[in-house]
């Protein structure tokens, strides 16, 4: 089930003459250099925009570009169609990646799809094919999210990128920097219309009219040379024996009334079958001969298309068969209006009919739109109950059950209990939505205690299984607004209480408990109902809640310091995605949980390439902890990658988004981690200036309340010692830790334990006890090396490296002992990485990668060279792309060739192959 209507994917099939518009075309041409990047056409309706862009359409391909179009309407400004959209657009280039966002969409049930859109611009930023994208009636669009992505997108796109926008208004977009920079050409009204001279050649080659030198001066001084007024005009004076001086004389192209005076003029030339035609086919969204068959009552369907498209009667083709067609906009509101006034409720009567047809076609989500706008709402409520799981939990398509619910009266809601419960099943997976979900839910159970009498009419297994899902919504419900509590007590009663058989629910219920405990740090419980849930979720079909299990486990084992079982919970979720087929929220939190390992192993390249095909999962999900993973790996890679202000940049817009949703763990978290980072990079006083800009150590803080409370003063705590030991007050920070360290070894933290003792080496270190500072951190990364467990090492920053040089001057690389070998090794990368990517003298491995002398299968270019040369100047990407005058987008997309042509996975692999092979 899906609501792509593939054929707004082509360009209309002109199958009529048209006006050639050679000189606009040329002039288009002429500029189609590497500085243009975006056309803009800017016109009223009729103005032939539709028609110029097919020509330029044409023109682009004879130059080589792949090309692309997307036709849209008023339904097209939600983000989740839209994205549905665009993304089946990008298969010209790269059909494979369409595929595989396409069905990320499908599975995702986010509300918020700036990330995915995020996804897409990055993949259009990096592609070198000659790519075109042309949009038609943009004006459709006005959610600021969908604006928002072309504003981004233009701004990003690849210099090997086009785009070709109509729109009949003002472009909402900002384009002030692209028109500075000479990448943008503008074509307007004026643009658009006809000369006296293309006017005359209009007329005459259109509709066969041959005016006089004055008669044609008038007619282009009536309509200004507007295209639509013309046509009709044409139209008018083909079908009339009237003067033509008169018919020009009795209309003005100012005259507000011009359309409908127009409209008239045509529809009222028609005979009395032909206007029944039309006025009862204008309600259809579009038609084919078969549908208007059935809704006129005739059988000459195929034979009135034709002739209306002969007619060039405002139709227009949707595919190069001739079977689908749509009226033009205006046409249809006119029509749509006559019909109304002449017949008044007929138009019900044509969206029934048309329901049924679609039902019998398989068209279903169509045939749901057709009876609601028909009123029938017994047929939709029938048909919304056979089909809403489908839509909301098999294709998590959220946004059509909210529209559904929107125009289903409530008391036909509440006629089938599967549409309360599916409508709660989307609402709960919207942050905002979680109360309404509840308010359902309570709705429901109280409706189910009136089934005695009759109110639905249940077996007693339906009840059960109903009920078993209210249930499992509330529990989920809880966990999304982590009410841990009260989470653990439902999930542990519904696994007590549903029946063996109930495989899927029972694997929910399995979810929420191992998420529930995994916040609460109650790891060993986490990991045992996250197994429940794989092993429940497999049995019972659902891979979602099998993926959501090993996502859980990963996480707890990540915190357990169980990096390889984190790695392979990851890679059994990744397993299951495959299984599924899936491309959307599943494939997103598998990925999520190697981006995790990969953090904590410090493979910051590794995060970079997940991120950007995956990271959609920061927003999909009503549960925070996704998010949180999601926005800080980021960050971190960002300050790797020496972007910290991109970094910082995220962090606060986050801490914005936590307060707008009401998420105070999330809030303190994200400022946590902004201090973090600044001190990481020996920026005291910024890390001051956001402790006082939010407020953070104040442990009355107004978003502190009981239920977040705990992980809320960790953060504080953490903070407070952070700033102590940066600030060089060594024996106020080991005062301060001395309690976090307790509590982290009882909770069997081993990620938070190693922070914290590194941080106390560190301490120590600075009160002068420099032998006990080597031992407290020669054990953490004696502990840390089997796993390469190095990122909570990495994260106390460069204070350690004198401690860490004085240890590795200790050991002994050529040590017959393993264990030995693999913490020398452990050691190494850490200095090379807290040494801007330089190894110990003479060193040259790292972890598992050898960089050795080899000639190169594809050398390196001129230009990779030089950038290169500038990684091993220090240069992020960000400088990078300033240095180089290129795109952030286009300096990642030159580091990832360097990298693959090395064979390396990081900037400090791939100095130190630089360096041993003379590059640098």
Known sequence: MTDIIETKLSPPYIRHKRMSRATIVSRVNQVLDDAVRLVTVVAPAGSGK?????????????????????????????????????VAAIAAIDKGFAEQRLAVLRSSSATDLSPFFDSIIQYLAATDRRFALFVDDFHAIENPVILQFWTRYISYMSASCRAVIASRFKVSLDLSRLKLAGGLVELGQVDLNLSMQETGQFMKELHNVELPAAVLQLLHDRTEGWMVGLQLAGMTMSNSSQNKEDIVRSFSARDRNLKEYLFESVYGLQDEATRHFLLHTAPLNRFCAELCDVVTATVDGEDRLAQLEAANLFIIPLDREGRWYRYHHLFSEYLENQLQRLEPGVNKTVCALAADWCIAEGYVLEAIQYCLDAADYEKATDLIADHAQTVAIGEGNHSIVFEWMRKLPKEYQYRRPEIMLHHAWSRVFTRDGVGVAVAICDEFTALLDKSEANYWVLTEQEVQSLAGLCSVIRCIASACIEELDICIGRSKALLTELPKTETALIASAAVANAYAHYLNKDLASALSSATDAFVYGRRGGSAYAAIWGDFVASMANAELGHIQAAEDSAARAALSVADAMDGGQMAALAALAKVEVDCQRCDFTRIERSLNDNRVISRISSSPEPLLVARCAEARYLVWAGELDAALALLRQSQDMAVTMDMPRLYFAFIAEEIELLLHKGDIQAARETVRR?????????????QNRSAVLLCIDLSEARLSLAENKASETLRQLSPLIKVAQQQQRIALTQQLCAMKSLALWRVGKEAEAVRELAKVVNHAAPESHIYPIYRVGSGLLAILQRLHASSISTSSDQAQAVQYQCEIQLIALFNG??????????????????????????????ILRLIGGGLGNKELAEALHISLSTAKWHVHNIFEKLGVRNRTSAVAYARKNNLL
């Open 50 to 86: 539709s028609t110029l862009l097919v020509e330029l359409y044409e023109r682009y391909r004879l130059e080589g570009y792949a090309c692309s179009w997307l036709s849209l309407e008023p339904g097209d400004d939600d983000p989740r169609r839209f994205a549905r959209y665009i």
């Open 694 to 706: 939010t407020d953070m150590l104040n442990r009355q803080h107004r978003f502190i309340d009981k």
């Open 837 to 866: 990517g330089l190894a110990p003298e003479s060193e040259v491995s790292f972890g598992e990668e050898q960089v050795q002398n080899a000639v190169l299968a594809e050398p390196l270019t001129d230009r990779q060279l030089e």
